[in-house]
RNA sequence: GGGCGGUUAGCUCAGCGGUAGAGCACUACGUUGACAUCGUAGUGGCCACUGGUUCGAUCCCAGUACCGCCCA
């Protein structure tokens, strides 16, 4: 069967990806050999709503090369698959189906029923990702696709929840978090966008308290007074007027004079009847705007810290939705209860928080409408700084002062949720925190100990950064999608505090709660656990639902307490930090486990370091004191051409798949690998994509060539190099040999583009521009059948050893090319130790291939036409010269398209060349322009003057001599030598030219 | 504002103490026994700038300018 001219991409890769399922090629441990080590990789799971973009292309790819690499070293490899459930983005999915089909909506349809929702939803169209990933070729151990809501990992993360929560390493607690108004929970700093947009910055004036005035005195930056007036207030600037209503104070810098008099002085809150004190923090900047800051507590996470330090209360003004308040009691009775506490008065977090101090007219109203009527009172008021405006009458040219309210018009800097796309407020919730500063040590010391590498060197600098300054991590999320909390909270009535347990299951809790119950009541206790529908049917708020539901008295004196779970689920990244562990059965202590973990590499966008690495890190450590991965290496962010993120909205995304439709797997692989330098950037071209397709057909083409020419008849593969005797041969066997140890070197350290580049330059630049060419003439000769078996070996260990980066070209030919044992995907990695290299065989190939070049590059110059065979005039030669054109004579003749050799002098109308140890004539009386040769030869001599002069200067400096390592002074005088060798050639030849005239 | 990185051929990127490299693009020629998804020969670089260390700097150090990214 004679071979196809091309590669059919689309047609072999359906062929093989089946094939290679079939056989369960990258099932764990398969190709291992008795008693391997182990080596596995972990995906970074995509999300399971996910489909496949260029970032997960190229990281896929890196991780598929290593995993084929080991494998087909017979070590014992795993490559771990799966998705995770990615909570927020899910249930944004499956609502908008539920909202396009007409269904009840998620509230409606209630927990139980959205979640039987969302699990229809997965099982049809969570695969989508998964069945891309074989597309590009990926090796992973499919029958373990994992994922983080099915099989043994809700245990496991439950599991870890109730450990972490039991050492006193989870905790709830009211904080400020990231608050979508949209999906109605928090949200991690992962999922915020900080996105310009143009804004405005309001300036109100704050009266003071009792008609105080003070004198404000404005400085330029040499001292001088620019301006000294009396005021009766103090100006504030603000990007968001509508959080006013929850102002706990004004701050200024400690530093500055202008307000010194007035610290600690109470000022109006407008529109309030609150007053609220003037304080010192070092937050404010006092040369930006008026210096003074209004502090929102609650809704701003500077103002946050400010008033944690200055102990203000924070008042909550909106409700999930990012509405103004309606809840509560009236204004008046709210706004009386916060002058009491301001007065002093104690109050609790919780009551302060259940104070709404919304005034009666802005509760309900969205915190944009909120905005502008807050904007509109206090202009109202005139309590907006003023700023006067000019106008001139064209006609009467009379001039017309105006007082406007001063609005800037500003950038600023806006957080937008990256699903929901609508602003992100800052809110005072109740959420679960890890104390991550608690289990940050060993996560630390991992790094700093080299236990695990992170590549490059500057993620460990980032990691170090970030967890040194870690914060406490908000885990709770206000979905129904993901691992529910296991916190059940008791009944408070009774005089019952207000008791939470937690427990891996239910009966742990029970029997938590019958203890813990029964030594307060001293009766005998029941405990039950009602779905939520039981509570919210019965009443909404604790107390109602205490009251009702939570606790009754039996007839036979027995208490019976109703548990109720918190509702709130957990972060997905809570989850996908226990992948390693989670994955391989934990807390089983399977055979898997204990093989393949830890994971030798983890290979990740540098982007979720923080979100991810770091608290895959930490947990594992927490929960199995082992670093979940040796080595770390992390990459940039797929770009396009021009180095633009890739997104939608400019229309510049480029979609794997249609890569792969056009240019094949292979060549988005290869040219994956090629751009994955240490730290480089990954900007990605077409057009590099389709030279790296053209490479796979030279491979192609090549192997074709050996078809056509009896190089597969009868071929069964053969670990070792033939023993050749022809040069070429001996040498193309020394480079393969090389290119082996190259591509080892490379892929060990994770140089991906350095065996993309090694594998490149070998196939193409040696095996395809000078091996295939030089076997032409071998082929018709006495070293036919030796030329036949080292093409035949050349050839299989390039398609060995492009696979890892090329799977599906490499595996097609390798089929097609002779008597396999195996697929190439478990073909034994190459050991051709570098003795193979010969060095009297490369030493003469360089000359060989030396020599023919400066005969096609003259012949070129002088316009010799390529189909014009010369005759070639030895004018002095070396026996080495001799003897190497002697045994490759067929090859010259033949690619310098030369008809005969001859000794003897310089012809007349010839061109000389120069080669290490010999001198040519190409006669070319008639064709030879005298004055072109004259040219070409002088251009020759400058290039070498020129390099000459900066060899020479060097040794004539003592200071080089002296210095400089003995090789390096050798190297150059050898180097000289040579030059000045060719340079007397030329200059001889120049000089004949010259006497010609 | 803080941190990290970059600046090398027209473009996209390697190199990182010892005479500047690749792919693509470009120019000329070319269907020579695999390959036009090709071949042959070429063109093209004050390696951002300024100092310093060194016998020697694109490479190391310091500073400057510009450009990214992350975090505020």
Known sequence: MQMEKNFDASAAEARISALWQKQKIGAAGANAKAGAEAFSIMIPPPN????????????????????????????DTLWQVGTDHAGIA???????????SGAPSRRDMRREAFLAKVWEWKDQSGGTIINQLKRLGASCDWDREAFTMSGNFPDAVTKVFVDLYNKGLIYRGKRLVNWD??????ISDLEVENIEVAGHMWHFKYLLADGETYEYVDRDTDGAVILRERRDYISIATTRPETMLGDGAVAVHPSDARYAAIVGKMVHLPLCDRLIPIIRDEYPDPTFGSGAVKITGAHDFNDYQVAKRAGLPLYRLMDTRGHMRSDGAPYDVAVARAREIAGGAHASEAEIDALNLVPDRFRGLDRFEARDAVVAEINKLGLCVPVKVITIDPETNSEDWRNEPYVEAKKIMQPVGDRSKVVIEPMLTDQWFVDTAKIVGPALDAVRSGATKIMPESGEKTYFHWLENIEPWCISRQLWWGHQIPVW????????????????????????????YGNILGTEIKVEFPNEAFFAAIAIGDEGRDAAAAISVNGDGSHTIRLHRDPDVLDTWFSSGLWPIGTLGWPDQTPELAKYFPTSTLIT???????WVARMMMMQLAVVDQVPFKTVYLHGLVRDAKGKKMSKSLGNVIDPLEI?????????RFANAAMASLGGTLKLDT?????????GTKLWNACRFAEMNGVWEGHVTQETAPNAAATANKWIIGETAKTLAEVNAALEGYRFDQAADALYKFVWGKVCDWYVEFAKPLLDGEYANETRATMAFVLDRSMILLHPIMPFITEDLWGQTGQRAKLLVHTDWPNLPLTLVDTAADAEMAWVTGLIEEIRSARTQMHVPVGLKLDIVATEMDNAAKAAFARNEALIKRLARIETLTHG????????????????????????DVAEEKARLSKAMDKLAKEIGGLAGRLKNPAFVASAPEDVVEEVRANLALREEEQAKLAAALHRLSSMG
């Open 660 to 668: 792969i439709d056009e240019f094949g797997a292979d060549a988005l």
């Open 905 to 928: 002098a310089a012809p007349k109308g010839s061109i000389s060349l120069a080669v290490d140890g010999a001198s040519f004539a190409l006669p070319l009386d008639g064709v030879i």
């Open 687 to 695: 057009a590099r994509i389709a030279g790296y397709r053209n490479f």
């Open 90 to 100: 899910t249930q944004m999915v499956v609502e908008r189906e539920l909202a396009k």
């Open 48 to 75: 399971v709503t996910g489909s496949l973009h260029m970032g997960h292309a190229f990281n896929n790819t890196l991780q598929d090369i290593l995993i084929r690499w080991h494998r087909m070293q017979g070590h």
């Open 181 to 186: 108004p949209h999906f109605e929970t928090a």
């Open 605 to 611: 966008g540098a982007d979720i370091i923080f979100f």
């Open 489 to 516: 909270y008791g009944p408070t009535s009774y005089n019952l505090a207000g008791k939470e347990f937690c427990g891996a299951t239910e009966q742990d809790v029970a029997a938590e709660a019958k203890t813990y």
